[in-house]
């Protein structure tokens, strides 16, 4: 058998796979997770009931795919953006508008999934560090706690600040203030300047002082300098390939 060959049953799979989870983001945003049955997202994928249940055993494990697939490409885009900004208070413009920006896509799919999470599973608030979303948290929210000790060790953020205050004024402003464009309906410049508001009372109320160097005047190690030069390079790298398409 020669190697496309062999491939082709697992890009087969791979696509079935695929197809389960867009029919069951579907459904669960659209009917909710409680009143999507398997056989309903098996429908929509175009597979058997049994077939779905060779790939996700249960509606939770779907639940908990969906939640991985929409971490990982949060995640990414935040690593990447964040990458590419040197300057403290625009690497936390850009993480906040790219927070909204991605929970504003799937507004409807992610206030699903936060009921069925906080109202539904109790376990959720009893052993949070053990279930499977505080690792997603995890992984997502050092980015942010990087960008904010990067700040402090460069003299732009006050030091004695306590990091877990800091975080939770950070995403939690984000969180209501979804709500607050979902309500509204705001275009995306308006959407915005919504975000540089919020964001800039906490930057104030964050600066070190304000005799602090200008923003992005400061001085990087060799090291660390090194590695942004890295990071720009493999970005450039992606959009060229990108164009070339």
């Not at 690792?135 to 997502?140: C, E, G």
């Not at 030069?229 to 959009?239: F, G, H, P, S, W």
């Amino acid at each position: 058998m020669n190697k496309p060959e062999r491939n082709k049953p697992r890009t087969r799979l791979e696509q079935r796979e695929s197809d389960i989870l867009q029919a069951a983001t579907a459904l669960f945003a659209d009917e909710g997770f409680h009143n999507t049955s398997t056989r309903r997202i098996a429908g929509a994928a175009g597979v058997s009931e049994g077939t779905l249940f060779h790939y996700f055993n249960t509606k939770n494990t779907l639940l908990q795919a969906i939640l991985d697939d929409f971490y990982a490409q949060l995640i990414e885009s935040a690593r990447e953006g964040v990458a590419a900004v040197m300057d403290t208070r625009e690497r936390l413009l850009f993480l906040a508008k790219n927070h909204l920006r991605a929970l504003m896509e799937n507004q409807a799919l992610m206030m699903r999934l936060i009921q069925v999470y906080l109202s539904v599973d109790l376990n959720y608030y009893r052993d949070y560090r053990n279930s499977p979303i505080h690792d997603l948290n995890y992984r997502y929210t050092r980015i942010f706690d990087g960008v904010i000790k990067e700040g402090m060790a460069r003299g732009y953020i006050r030091p004695e600040l306590e990091l877990p205050i800091v975080r939770d004024l950070f995403f939690g402003g984000l969180e209501y203030g979804m709500r607050t464009l979902m309500s509204r309906q705001y275009g995306k410049d308006r959407i915005a300047r919504y975000v540089e508001g919020m964001i800039e009372p906490l930057w104030q109320s964050m600066q070190a002082s304000a005799a602090a160097p200008p923003a992005g005047n400061a001085a990087l190690p060799p090291d660390r300098l090194e590695q942004t030069c890295a990071r720009l390079e493999r970005i450039a790298e992606r959009l060229e390939k990108q164009g070339k398409r």
